[in-house]
């Protein structure tokens, strides 16, 4: 079969940014321990092994944001102009969610309406947190409401939390990444940034972290009335609303759980490449298709649920 699948978590690393961030802070976070080696190149080729038409590139963990705001400002710009260009490079084989360099909620209202209006992008790419500062605290507020205004899509990607990993020596990758996945949903649900911004679509990688397995626990909270004041249709409800990413989660331990709170149609195909090395992006295509999945459910979230969520995504002809 020709490529077909839209990869929606495909990483790149601009020279620039393996630069300014460090293989000291981009290293260790990794389950390899190493900055993983990228080019453009390298994406397609692994790309056309595994059936990929198009892969939607973003920056992944540690993100942009060092402590210098004209730093952050700056790599941000730089990144999304580097994307804008591999998408001019290689027509339909490239899509780009446009980073953000948050908490500078100035430069980040800046940086969405460049990289929509300018660029073309076809999302924003969000980190699950900024020194601590989950996205549903309220100097984050404007940002969501830019996001909303203009109907576009947040993508999450993941980062450290605040404090020492635990249990020391384990990668972030591992433990860390999903359970601050986790914290970033609960921290938008109950502050009520999903209730009030419905035209906003939100993706959450790795098939939306712990959330389908502690989604019963966290709607629990509904109890208490200041909760329950920021889910008025139900915290179950504006969870069933979100979209995740199926990379490192194509088996039938993640899969289970994730079908009872997401809809399939909610579900999308991604590698986490070049984190994940490419035998992992070949394990996530094997494992959809031993998941028992109808036919039609299976195209959906290799393609179909990307394109209907991205209608200006260009793929090969």
Known sequence: MAPHRIDIQHHIL???YVRIAGAERIG?????????????ELSLEAMERNG?????????APGVWFGDAGQARELARACNEYAAGLRRRFPGRFGFFAILPLPDVAGSLDEIAHSLDVLGADGLCLMTNYDGRYPGEAEFAPVFAEVDRRGALAFFHPCVGPGPLVPPGIPAATLEFPFDTTRAVASLLFSGVLARHRRMRCVFSHAGGTVPFLAQRMARLERRPEFRAQVPEGAMAELRRLYVDVALSANPLAFGPLLQVIPPEQILFASDYPFAPEDTMTATVKGLGTLGLAPEVLQAIEYGNAQRLMPGLTTPA
């Open 52 to 60: 990929i038409a198009t892969a939607v590139v973003s920056i992944s």
């Open 28 to 40: 260790p976070l990794m389950v390899s321990g190493r900055v993983p080696e990228w080019s453009p």
């Open 14 to 16: 601009p020279p620039d």
